[in-house]
């Protein structure tokens, strides 16, 4: 008998464990997960959703095997930062994408550091791919339990 997994005509739903609906022992991330709620909705189909959803995913298969728990999914709150070129920049928060409210600059250096430290090639260095892969490390260092918003600032 085939299963057929839960969807929302666009992508497949998922448990706070990434999860597949109706599909036993499997697992989704990024453009294909109908993730768990931020803000009531579902999380968008973006780049800052779907690097934690991937290492999630993976943890949590992979704790599967080994009969580990699993870790819940939180989704970090939805931001965009986009660059204007010499007119500057502007950083958006939430799903409605209200304008940050931040000091002259701040949304220009904030993309900058973006591009140029948080979005970059994979190391070489090989002792750094299992921190680059731990779900409980966003792309700005080590966090608590999931990844979340440091001080106010969201990329």
Not at 18 to 47: I, K, M, N, W
Request: glycine residues 8%.
């Amino acid at each position: 008998m085939q299963t057929l997994a839960a969807h929302d005509g666009l992508r497949l739903v998922v448990d706070p464990y990434l999860r597949v609906a109706g599909v036993p022992d499997v697992y989704a991330a990024g453009d294909t997960a109908a993730a768990p709620p931020e803000g009531g909705r579902t999380v968008a189909q973006s780049c800052q959703h779907a690097v934690p959803q991937g290492k999630f995913a993976g943890h949590n298969a992979a704790a599967e095997l080994l009969g580990l728990p699993p870790a819940r999914f939180a989704p970090a709150p939805y931001a965009t930062c986009l660059d204007l070129g010499s007119a500057g920049a502007v950083s958006t928060t939430g799903r409605e994408c209200a304008l940050r409210q931040a000091p002259a600059r701040f949304a220009k250096a904030l993309k900058r550091e973006i591009n140029e430290t948080w979005i970059r090639p994979p190391a070489d260095d090989a002792d750094a791919f299992p921190r680059l892969a731990d779900f409980r490390v966003s792309q700005r260092g080590p966090v608590a339990e999931a990844p979340a918003p440091s001080a106010g600032r969201t990329a």
